[in-house]
């Protein structure tokens, strides 16, 4: 079966830091993998997809960067991160574009 | 924007009530799917209905779409303390290969005991 994994569950990092954020996906091959943040409150914002290694799309210019090294690995990173990065993050996956997403279990970066 | 927009924002009810929540978007879409969401958790897909479907059952789940008004509804019959939890829309537009889903803000429900 599939599993998607995600860390760390918490993150308190003060501004100007570096950041790096891990998700894994276990048991499929080529998934379509996402990045999506959640202000509290709020619904979720998609900030990266990508269809294929190496091959990564923004839907909003920001911070953030994304990468995908391996099939199964997506990375989420910034050189520096600022307040307004604060938020509860959430990688998920799909067989294929437009199906059902499987989310990970969220990260919540708090910037301070 | 793209995304939907569920109403009401919150809704409390007793348990064995039924709760309905309400979905709206603007594009025209290949699919829509109902999402929950406990508290500080990650989301888990609870169903996808395809633009030529109108309604879809699971378990004590009904969802209605209605392609002309560009809206939806999630219908949790008998409802249990459980059910407490954030429920969300994503709609998926038409024609896109791409896979985004577009999330709406989320109802916020409450069950009582």
């Known amino acids: 079966s599939q599993t998607i994994h995600q860390w760390p569950a918490t993150l308190v990092q003060p501004v100007g830091s570096p950041l790096s954020l891990e998700c894994t996906v276990e048991?499929?091959?080529?998934?379509?993998l996402y990045w999506y943040r959640q202000a509290a409150g709020r619904g979720l914002q998609l900030l990266f997809y990508?269809?294929?290694?190496?091959?990564i799309s923004s839907e909003v210019p920001q911070n953030l960067s994304a990468s995908r090294p391996q099939d199964w690995q997506f990375i989420l990173s910034s050189k520096k991160l600022l307040l307004s990065d604060s938020g509860f993050y959430l990688c998920?996956?799909?067989?294929?574009?437009?199906?059902?997403?499987?989310f990970g279990s969220g990260t919540q970066l708090s910037v301070l | 924007s793209q995304q939907g927009e569920e109403d009401p924002q919150a809704l409390s009810i007793q348990e064995g009530e039924n709760a309905t929540m309400n979905c709206s978007y603007k594009?025209?879409?290949?699919?829509l799917q109902w999402y929950r969401q406990n508290s500080g958790r990650g989301l888990v897909h609870l169903i996808l209905?395809?633009?030529?479907?109108r309604e879809k059952h699971s378990g004590r789940l009904r969802v209605t779409l209605d392609t002309s008004k560009k809206s939806s509804s999630l219908l949790i019959t008998a409802s249990r303390a459980a059910d407490t939890a954030s429920y969300f829309c994503?709609?998926?537009?038409?024609?896109?290969?791409?896979?985004?889903?577009?999330f709406g803000r989320g109802t916020q429900l409450t069950v009582w005991p």
């Open positions: 048991g499929t091959s080529n998934p379509n």
């Open positions: 994503a709609t998926a537009d038409r024609g896109s290969t791409l896979g985004r889903l577009y």
């Open positions: 998920a996956w799909s067989h294929s574009p437009n199906e059902k997403l499987f």
């Open positions: 209905i395809r633009s030529n479907e």
């Open positions: 990508s269809v294929g290694i190496g091959q």
């Open positions: 594009t025209s879409i290949n699919n």
